[in-house]
């Protein structure tokens, strides 16, 4: 409910000073959420990222350019459309899952078991999702450091290049 | 940025060893409580990065200089990695952490101990970089 109301917030406000506070705002209610669906390590990574460092960045970029949202140049249908039809098709998904909590459900049954069941002999790791994360998918966890990484020097070529290019341009910003 | 007001700056005084010990916390208990190394990484970040805000990005650059914390970016995915290929060398799979150590168990335990290492080590070094970035353009 607060997480509607918050996501029409940030859809009507122009000043994205008041955009970026609510989009932190946001992800604190995301990680309550997470909280209280008992996955404490996305609610973390929830607060920390999505609400601390994001902010921050995003404060970052705003202090690079203007606080006020520009008008829009004309009103466009098309995006409208994509949102509403990724929306229903997202809808339509979700009436096969399995109901929430469902013990029956699928996903209850392939691997999770064996997780649960083997985690302390295996590893002697009690928390379940680091034992999964680093040993059972270390493979998806080197990839996702893969990934960070690959985004890390992504964003500082592209902030840095321009930079260097406009110095050796002799240009004044 | 903001140079002249004292309560930001004493407290930041006052929390940037707490955060770090947090961070640490995060990272070496994960094992047991919630956490591990994304987590740990991001707030070893914040804590650079606050105070980066508060004492001006110079000051943040003496506790974390660039050259540093851009050689840390690929040096968590190195550390990740060769926790794989000390597996292979010690004759088991590619990130096979069983072979870590005489005992299995305590095998899994190195074998994460380092992995989450490696993690941390990436996510706060991409974090601080990508903050220097932005934070340095202003000027």
């Known amino acids: 409910m607060l997480l509607v109301v918050t996501a029409l917030a940030i859809a009507r406000v ?129 990839g996702e450091t893969t990934v960070i990484f690959t985004g890390g020097i992504g964003v500082l070529l592209l902030l840095k290049g321009r930079r260097r290019r406009r110095g050796s341009g002799g240009a004044a910003p | 940025m903001m140079h002249r007001e004292t309560i930001p700056r004493v407290v930041t005084k006052l929390l940037f060893p707490f955060i770090l010990l947090f961070a640490l916390y995060v990272q070496f208990h994960g094992e047991l409580g919630a956490g591990g190394g994304f987590q740990a990484g991001v707030i070893a970040a914040a804590a650079v990065i606050l105070y980066g805000i508060i004492f001006g990005l110079s000051a943040a650059h003496r506790i974390a200089p660039p050259w540093l914390v851009e050689m840390l970016v690929p040096l968590g995915v190195l550390i990740y990695a060769g926790v794989g290929v000390v597996g292979l060398l010690l004759g088991g799979n590619y990130l096979d952490y069983f072979v870590l150590d005489p005992d299995p168990v305590h095998g899994q335990e190195r074998g994460i101990f380092w992995v989450e290492i490696g993690v941390l080590v990436t996510v706060s070094s991409t974090m601080i970089a990508i903050y220097y970035a932005f934070a340095g353009r202003g000027r």
Do not use: K
């Not at chain 1, 506070?21 to 996955?39: C, E, K, Q, R, T």
């Not at chain 1, 607060?47 to 960045?57: D, E, H, N, R, Y």
């Open chain 1, 14 to 142: 122009r000043n994205l000073f008041a955009v970026v506070a609510l989009g932190g705002i946001y992800s604190f209610l995301m990680a309550l959420a997470l909280l209280v669906l008992d996955a404490v390590d996305v609610s973390m990574t929830e607060a920390s990222v999505g609400a601390g460092i994001s902010t921050v960045l995003l404060l970052g970029a705003l202090y690079l350019t203007r606080v006020d949202e520009a008008m829009p140049l004309r009103f466009s249908v098309a995006p409208l459309i994509v949102a509403l039809v990724a929306g229903a098709a997202l809808l339509y998904g979700s009436w096969d899952l399995p109901p929430f909590g469902d013990p029956a459900g699928p996903i209850h049954h392939h691997v999770a078991p064996r997780y649960l069941n083997q985690v302390m002999a295996e590893t002697g790791v009690p928390n379940v999702v680091t034992a999964v994360l680093a040993s059972y998918r270390g493979f998806d966890t080197l």
